[in-house]
């Protein structure tokens, strides 16, 4: 069992954070004479009730080791060849034999004809993150669509990027080679055999159960309930559900996921009877093991960190470590195992970034510390992992190239642009009527010198540019989430703009005669630090805006 004095440990976090934020633990030890022990914390819902082992919450990004298991299956079963190909279904094969309409960038010609299913899962295609593109209602084969306008910052297989559109990529293409979507797959070969009988990829389907946990953020030093993240209007959901499922769309329990780490703990067998193998050796070997070091984070010359199929695997004090943590809104998670060492931990929280990353690495750090130190759970100094630091921005004002007009003030900007990529884009100016004003209007003063816009994506819902310069065509660019109505009993307008890391830049180009010809983003969404190749602002633009009207 735990050490009581490190569980006082957690108290004194979740106490720090303040209204009794949520937290599930589970701890598979096969050494220990209680195999599985369980802990919880917090409330669950805003009614007032407790999270318990029966909470449902969302696992966000640990979603992704079930993708690459279900897909290391369906390889197993050796009988999902390719449409008119003689070659079987495998780790090798190509994305372009699967979905032949696939395209990558012109800067990646080389990567789109060698790009392995593999590759999608480990993220080493060379394309960064890009998910602020990702619109709510984009469909698996949208996303496929997108990526041909994705700009490289490397070459295929050179360094881990963490990317979402290739890992919907991946489940698309299980798609179509086996006609099932991701969600079949993992509940017939995984949940249903493990005895997860509370685990789906349905909101729905967990909401009727009552069971269902809220999300919370702490806003201006407020924990406030958030919208959940699959929560959208119309016929959207199901949309994105199905888009979503592979990178972050499973709904499980703290009892479901102990017999998912089991069952990884015992390579692939079940908790219940050890002659019964719910994982191949085959899956379980391949995705958790290293395939691409993230060269940024190495010790002595050997990677801190490399990346698996689902999973990201390093060390602590030595010993062999196999996790994935995930965030959304109002979520954290962290799923990790030590397979050496018999022992795996899930902690599920139901509120988001803020706080919520300490408490789970130190609490994950500090209960591997107890058994590997056999009950000393205590940070010593130099425990700590050194970390990367993060990119710069790059500045867009620093190109030599030069606007051909005359900048006329913000009001000469406002209108619709547009972008393969992004899509449409209306920014306004703080005189204009609409409804994103509207909503700005909400939660802050509206400032004459910013251009405000709304957006249809998934993980933003507004944006607005921050000149940098007075009378300059240079502005920085912010993505927000701004919910005008609140969200559950508190019904006060609430502005989400702690994201400093999608703070970019933006460059409006002008023709001769002063007329906006488009705009030009870096760092936003995705290619931070990076300054990509080409001699003119439009060329050297992560993404390139067309001005469509006024």
């Given amino acids: 069992m735990l050490p009581k004095e490190l569980l006082g440990w957690v108290d004194e976090q979740l106490d720090s954070i303040g209204r009794d934020p949520g937290l599930a633990l589970a701890v598979v030890d096969l050494d220990a004479d209680e195999q599985t022990e369980f802990h919880c914390w917090g409330l669950a819902q805003e009614n007032g009730n407790k999270v318990d082992v029966e909470t449902i919450f969302s696992l966000a990004s640990c979603s992704k080791a079930f993708n690459a298991t279900a897909i290391g299956l369906c390889i ?17 094969t190509k994305v372009k034999d699967v979905l032949p309409q696939f395209r990558m960038h012109d800067e990646a010609k080389i990567s789109q004809e060698d790009l ?7 993220h080493r295609s060379g394309i960064p993150g890009y998910i602020e593109a990702l619109s709510v209602d984009d469909r698996p084969e949208d996303v496929v669509q997108k990526m041909r306008f994705c700009r490289p910052t490397a070459s295929i297989r050179e360094k881990p990027q963490y990317d979402n559109m290739g890992i919907i990529t991946s489940a698309h293409m299980l798609h179509i080679i086996t006609s099932h979507p991701i969600s079949h797959h993992v509940t017939t070969r995984i949940f249903r055999p493990l005895g997860m009988t509370s685990s789906t990829y349905s909101p729905e389907e967990a909401a009727k159960t009552g069971k269902l946990c809220d999300a919370f953020e702490t806003i201006g030093g407020k924990l406030r309930r958030m919208p959940f993240w699959l929560d959208v209007e119309g016929g959207k959901m199901e949309v994105m559900n199905e ?16 017999r998912w780490i089991h ?47 689902g999973w990201m695997i390093s060390n602590i004090d030595g010993h062999d470590l196999v996790e994935h943590a995930g965030g959304q809104q109002g979520v954290m998670t962290l799923v990790s ?3 050496n060492d018999r022992l795996g931990i899930v902690i599920l929280c139901n509120f988001g970034y803020l706080g919520s990353v300490a408490v789970t690495q130190g609490l994950r750090r500090r209960i591997v510390l107890n058994k590997i130190r056999r009950g000393s759970w205590q940070e010593e100094s130099g425990d700590q992992r050194e970390m990367s630091g993060s990119a710069q921005p790059t500045e867009l004002s620093e190109v030599s190239d030069c606007n051909a007009g005359e900048f006329g003030g913000v009001a000469s900007l406002a209108g619709l642009y547009e972008s393969p990529l992004f899509g449409q884009l209306r920014l306004h100016t703080s005189k204009e009527n609409s409804k994103a004003l509207e909503d700005f209007k909400s939660v802050v003063t509206l400032d004459e ?50 994201t400093p890391a999608k703070v970019g830049s933006a460059r409006f180009v ?8 488009g705009m030009a983003w870096n760092d936003v969404v995705g290619t931070k630090g990076v300054k990509l190749p080409g001699s003119s602002i439009e060329e050297r633009a992560e993404v390139w805006f067309e001005r469509v009207t006024t």
Avoid at 76 to 92: K, Q
Avoid at 116 to 122: A, N, S, V
Avoid at 272 to 282: G, L, Q, V
Wanted: aromatic residues 10%; contains cysteine.
């Fill in 116 to 122: 392995k299913i593999r590759d999608l899962c480990c």
């Fill in 76 to 92: 197993d079963d050796d009988c999902f060849a390719l449409p008119g190909a003689t070659t079987p279904f495998s780790w090798d």
């Fill in 449 to 498: 010198t910013y251009l405000y816009a709304t957006l249809d994506k998934f993980w933003y819902t507004h944006l607005w540019l921050k000149p940098k310069h007075s009378r300059s065509a240079d502005f920085w660019v912010q993505c927000l989430k701004i919910y005008p109505q609140g969200c559950g009993k508190d019904t006060s307008p609430i502005l989400d703009d702690r």
């Fill in 263 to 309: 069952c990884l703990l015992l390579k692939g067998k079940s908790p219940d009877d050890p002659e019964k193998t719910i994982i191949s050796a085959a899956a379980y070997n391949e995705t958790t093991r290293g395939h691409q070091a993230d060269q940024g984070r190495t010790t002595n010359g050997k990677a801190q960190t490399e990346y698996g199929l």
């Fill in 337 to 339: 195992f030590l397979p």
């Fill in 243 to 258: 888009t979503q499922a592979a990178p972050g769309g499973v709904l499980s329990t703290i009892k479901d996921m102990s």
């Fill in 510 to 517: 002008l023709h001769p005669d002063g007329q906006v010809k």
